[in-house]
């Protein structure tokens, strides 16, 4: 009778463990598997695509799969009073679900947002991304000219509010703000020419390292002075509304006070 009375215990709190041990390390694997989506592109392992729809639809069923075995482990713990048990399960279990929360959120966020990756002020005379050309040649990318007949409709349907920036303030005055903002906004600046009233520049993204060119362009109108940008991404088809966004946000800054 005290045998069996000792090993009762003993055996459901090594299944506890067991299960906390396995669920936490299934959401560090979830962990390295969404990691190594945006390592490998960095790297140049692979095409980002391997890391968008491979590794990290990868990633959000391990989380799933490790919040689920962690909360078999939570529960064994419970029942036990297992204090290492129930620190692993909740640990597993955060993590988890932390894995699986970025490729459900991107799938989410990804289907309400425009196919549009090249935005502009300009349709007619877009300003130019030449300065990009070999960068975008060496990965790969889009070429830099504008591909009007499929971008600007999107882009007129989706963002019918993106347009010049006029300012009443000579053009040198206008380049010197839009520079300060460019700074600002810790953009790459490749070219930045106010006799031409030309700014180029380069922003990258934080997970995956996706380059966006930027041209914005200066000149006389009115007085004062007109304010065109373009911001485009050089790789995929969508952007999740970055360029868009930043070309509102800088715009809307450059009229502010």
Known sequence: MTIATVLRPAAG???????????????????????AGPIGWRAGWWHYRIGLLMLMPAAGYLGVAAAVVSA?????????????????AVLG?????????????????????????????????????????????????????????????????????IVPARLA???????????????AGGWTIVTADPGTGIIDACAKSFWFGFTDDIAIRVTPADGGSRVDMRSGARQGRGDFGVNAKRVRDFLAALKGP
């Open 13 to 35: 709190t090594g299944l506890g463990r067991l299960l906390a041990a396995a669920g936490l390390g299934l959401a560090l694997l979830a962990v390295l598997v969404l990691a």
């Open 72 to 88: 078999a482990g939570l529960v064994a713990g419970l029942r036990r009073r297992g204090r290492r048990e129930i620190a692993l």
């Open 93 to 161: 279990a955060l993590i988890g679900v932390g894995a699986a929360y970025f490729p459900w959120h991107w799938s989410q966020v990804g289907g309400d947002i425009p196919r549009v990756n090249d935005v502009t002020t300009d349709f007619a005379d877009p300003p130019s991304l030449a300065f990009a050309a070999a960068m975008r040649a060496a990965e790969h990318g889009h070429p830099v000219a504008y591909a009007a007949a499929d971008a600007a409709p999107v882009q007129q349907r989706a963002y019918p509010d």
């Open 169 to 183: 303030v000579p053009p040198p005055a206008a380049f010197a703000k839009a520079l300060a903002l460019v700074k």
